[in-house]
């Protein structure tokens, strides 16, 4: 029997079912368990390989339901037993020495916890993150009344029929020792952070007379970055003395950089021995957040210290295991609010929520959704777009998509998607001559500064190139194959050198547009920053090729920075990037690339996460048949985390 299953698992490996990975894996457990059941090594496999796709844990009564053929399941299910139930799972699996309970202290492989069957590192993160995060939500904070009126300033009485949600999140998230603030974009979950943050400081100085030490971090350095620059705008504005303006910190780290994250070692500088120096912790992008770098998070977290999370939960989740901010957001829109917090942001905020009030649990209690978008308006084309994704209307969906009214806003190349030659004509000028990638490569050289030009020329120069190069990105649902960013890249380039943009279509050339694939802390660059190659006159009239990136100093003063393509060790050809890269980021006009072909990746999430990236345009390059399968297609990643908070 034993044999069949390990010729079950190398089919399944050879036609990418399993990763090998997964099989090594389910060997490893046999060593520890010579006699173990066959269904303890298919379980291990199964375990593994859903920990691959970005699932916490293996759930057993999904096993009884009928398997897809490309499912793992498919082809390891048939090796074993016909007929096996949740029960027989769980007590095969708890007969092996290299499976523990929930409730036992060993050091097992794998923890059985009621249905649920993790890898023992998961399982602990995920106990982890619910117990840190449960400490908080029962510990509520006083709010001075100094701090109430300081509210009332920074969100003055408002003549509109509407509750004022970023006024409640201020008001909940002052008073608690964690909370997480979603909202699609532009519902201003900068703007509330940053009035927070104004509120807070005000209270402490007006207090202890001393400022909080408050951290900002975000996922990604592009998503630091541009955290940055935004909180830099919002300071500019805010009705607040000279003395709290400073102390709103203008330094955005990512998560891993202000962990002390080593590449040789998994623990980080900074954990529960060795917490980090902070009063305030608030961490953006959340959603991009996976549960072993939250719950590294939580450790380095000091006991007394508050967590705000921001985020966007509808997006698409880490591209590692676990979906932390939707768990946490699992009741959000609901609110289901208690008549004590109810009563608490009406006496602070004079806000009323009461029209969500709910059976909801204590973390419940500690999370706000921020509902209206100051980008998209009510009659938004992308608004409507992205609103008919996220609830699964392909049919609202299609309908704007086609609608003539929403021509200027959202446009729909429906064909063959993958293989039709529009595609690449459209990278080139945007479908209409007035964007695209002929449009940046055209600003380039228009504008290109005269040979004995100062260096700030060139500075102006470049920004403007990378400004008309941000003003239009081609996002793909995968990286292979003809709609994918490696084919795109190559036909692109191809393609512009043919109508006369670029010199070449390979290698360094003027007007690569490059994208770092790892943080690079000596050249203050990080991962996913793009920048733009241009030839570069130096005050002695040597030209040369230098790449062109916009960094922001710790002044929040955006600034250009010329680096040798020499030094960049880590860098793609980005004229088409992956809908996952673009998190983060915002352009005038998004253009969607999907597969003609089924791709499980290709979800309602990712759709959604493409739509929303767009300011002012967006393109959908794809069948209809493309469009109605990926948004009826929802990202389902199995976790445990909710089920902790009641949920």
């Known amino acids: 029997m034993r044999e069949t299953l390990w010729r079950a698992m190398d089919t399944a490996v050879a036609e990418g079912a399993l990763r090998p990975l997964d099989r090594a894996f389910a060997r490893f457990v046999v060593e520890i368990d010579p006699g173990c059941d066959d269904a303890v090594v298919a379980a291990a496999a199964l375990c593994s390989q859903r920990l691959g796709e970005g699932h916490t844990c293996l759930f057993l009564p999904a096993l009884e339901a009928p398997a897809t053929p490309d499912d793992a399941l498919a082809y390891v299910l048939p090796a074993l037993p016909a007929g096996?139930?949740?029960?027989?799972?769980?007590e095969r699996l708890l007969a092996s020495p290299a499976v523990a309970s929930a409730q036992a202290d060993g050091r097992a492989l794998l923890v059985l916890d009621g249905e649920r069957l993790y890898l023992k590192r998961y399982w602990d993160?995920?106990?982890?993150?619910?117990?840190?995060?449960?400490?908080?939500?029962?510990?509520?904070?006083?709010?001075?009344?100094?701090?109430?009126?300081?509210?009332?300033?920074?969100?003055?009485?408002?003549?509109?029929a509407t509750v004022n949600w970023q006024k409640v999140a201020c008001a909940i998230a002052a008073q608690s020792a964690f909370c997480v603030i979603t909202g699609g974009p532009g519902t201003g979950k900068t703007t509330t952070v940053v009035r927070l943050i104004a509120l807070l400081q005000t209270a402490a100085l007006a207090g202890?007379?001393?400022?909080?030490?408050i951290r900002l971090a975000a996922p990604t350095g592009k998503a630091a970055a541009r955290l940055k620059e935004s909180i830099a705008a919002q300071v500019e504005v805010l009705p607040i003395s000279p003395e709290v303006r400073q102390a709103i910190p203008a330094d955005v780290s990512t998560v891993h950089r202000l962990l002390g994250s080593r590449p040789d070692q998994r623990r980080p500088r900074h954990h529960r021995g060795n917490p980090l120096h902070v009063d305030v912790l608030i961490v953006d992008e959340a959603s991009m957040v996976d549960l072993e770098t939250m719950a590294a998070l939580l450790d380095a977290l000091p006991p007394d210290a508050r967590l705000i999370l921001l985020g966007d939960k509808d997006q698409l989740a880490s591209v590692e295991a676990g979906a932390v901010l939707g768990d946490l957001c699992r009741n959000a829109a609901a609110g289901r609010y208690w008549p004590?917090?109810?009563?608490a942001v009406e006496r602070v905020a004079g806000e009323p929520i009461d029209a969500f009030a709910g059976a909801g649990t204590a973390l419940d209690q500690h999370v706000v959704m921020l509902r209206e978008s100051h980008r998209f308006g009510e009659h938004s084309e992308i608004g409507r777009l992205a609103a008919a994704v996220n609830r699964g209307d392909a049919a609202a969906a299609t309908e704007v998509l086609r609608a003539p009214a929403a021509a200027a806003a959202v446009r729909w190349l429906a064909g063959r998607g993958d293989a039709d030659a529009a595609i690449i004509r459209y990278a080139v000028d945007g479908g209409a001559g007035d964007d695209g990638f002929g449009h940046y490569l055209r600003v380039l050289q228009e504008r290109r500064p005269g040979a004995d030009a100062a260096t700030a020329a060139y500075a102006q120069w470049a920004e403007e190139v990378l400004a008309a190069r941000s003003a239009f990105q081609i996002v793909c649902a995968v990286r292979h194959g003809e709609a994918g960013v490696a084919g795109l890249n190559a036909r692109i380039a191809a393609a512009l050198q043919a109508a006369g943009h670029i010199p070449v279509d390979r290698g360094w050339y003027e007007g690569r547009p490059v994208m770092l694939t790892r943080n690079d802390?000596?050249?203050?660059?990080?991962?996913?920053?793009?920048?733009?190659?241009?030839?570069?006159?130096?005050?002695?009239?040597?030209?040369a090729l230098r790449v062109a990136f916009a960094t922001t100093s710790a002044e929040g003063e955006r600034r250009i920075r010329f680096v040798p393509p020499s030094r960049l060790e880590a860098v793609e050809t980005v004229y088409a990037m992956t809908v996952h890269k673009s998190q983060g980021s915002e352009f005038h006009h998004?253009?969607?690339?999907?597969?003609?072909?089924?791709?499980?990746?290709?979800?309602?999430?990712?759709?959604?996460?493409?739509?929303?990236?767009?300011?002012?345009r967006f393109s959908l390059i794809a069948g209809e048949d493309a469009l109605v399968q990926a948004?009826?297609?929802?990202v389902e990643r199995t976790s445990g985390l909710a089920g902790r908070f009641g949920a």
């Open 521 to 543: 802390y000596a050249l203050g660059l990080m991962n996913g920053d793009l920048g733009v190659t241009l030839r570069v006159t130096d005050p002695a009239g040597r030209a």
């Open 590 to 616: 998004v253009a969607l690339v999907l597969p003609g072909q089924h791709s499980p990746v290709v979800t309602r999430e990712l759709v959604y996460t493409a739509v929303t990236r767009a300011r002012r």
């Open 340 to 343: 004590d917090t109810i009563a």
């Open 125 to 160: 993160h995920e106990c982890q993150v619910a117990a840190a995060i449960g400490v908080r939500t029962g510990r509520w904070l006083p709010m001075p009344q100094t701090a109430q009126d300081e509210l009332q300033r920074l969100y003055p009485a408002a003549a509109i």
């Open 84 to 90: 096996m139930t949740t029960r027989h799972w769980q």
């Open 631 to 634: 948004i009826g297609r929802q």
């Open 208 to 213: 202890a007379g001393q400022r909080l030490r």
